[in-house]
């Protein structure tokens, strides 16, 4: 029986130091898990690709982002990985998660890595209006329907903002309905983890009232 592959730095393009950093936050992840339950359980098994790949696929779609808000982190996924890739070409993300076991363990993890992350222990409503006009990208992964979640962006990307939101199958049902309310250029990106997973890349919105 062949052993399973184990992911290394050269796998995700990334530095050693990056990769250590990755490994840190999967370690800590699964430590944390036992105590404050993090992630579904079913995941655990799955970290590298459900998790860690999954946000990181999210960074080369927009690269010359310097800012970065992520809508409801949870244990940081997309966002704490992506603080931790792009801190070396000078990236700084800002995590928005009301959950306060969730913000302690993002808060031990920026501690532990030294990246360019801020928490924001808040609801996302609380916040974004602080950051029209004043970041790169959006994102938001597993939080909500395309069409709540552009209720809750448009304000930043009227002002010029990206939106990535990684989908499921019901991506072409979920944009539209999201078109009975507003009109918006769309990109359907295919996912590098899983075959009927997409992501959404949006660059202009207009509400239809």
Do not use: Y
């Not at 050693?16 to 404050?36: G, M, S, V």
């Amino acid at each position: 029986m062949t052993a399973p592959h184990k992911t290394t730095a050269s796998d995700l393009n990334v530095s050693r130091e990056t990769f250590e950093k990755l490994e840190l936050l999967e370690r800590e992840l699964r430590r944390w898990q036992a105590i404050k339950n993090l992630v579904g359980p079913a995941t655990l098994t799955q970290i590298w690709d459900r998790h860690i790949v999954d946000s990181l696929q999210l960074l080369d779609l927009a690269s010359d982002a310097k800012t970065w808000l992520d809508l409801g982190s949870g244990a940081g996924f997309p966002g704490l990985v992506l603080a931790i890739a792009g801190a070396e070409r000078g990236l700084k993300v800002h995590l928005v998660e009301s959950n306060s076991r969730k913000c302690a363990f993002l808060r031990h993890i920026v501690r532990l890595t030294g990246v360019p992350a801020l928490i924001h222990e808040a609801r996302l409503e609380a916040v974004v209006p602080d950051f029209i006009g004043k970041t790169d990208v959006v994102s938001a992964r597993a939080l909500a329907s395309l069409p709540l979640l552009l209720d809750w962006t448009a304000p930043l990307l009227k002002a010029g903002t990206m939106g990535l939101f990684p989908k499921g199958r019901d991506v072409e049902t979920e944009l539209t309905e999201a078109r009975k309310q507003w009109t918006f250029e769309a990109e359907i990106l295919p996912s590098l983890t899983d075959s009927e997973a997409r992501i959404l890349r949006i660059t202009s919105i207009e509400s239809h009232s």
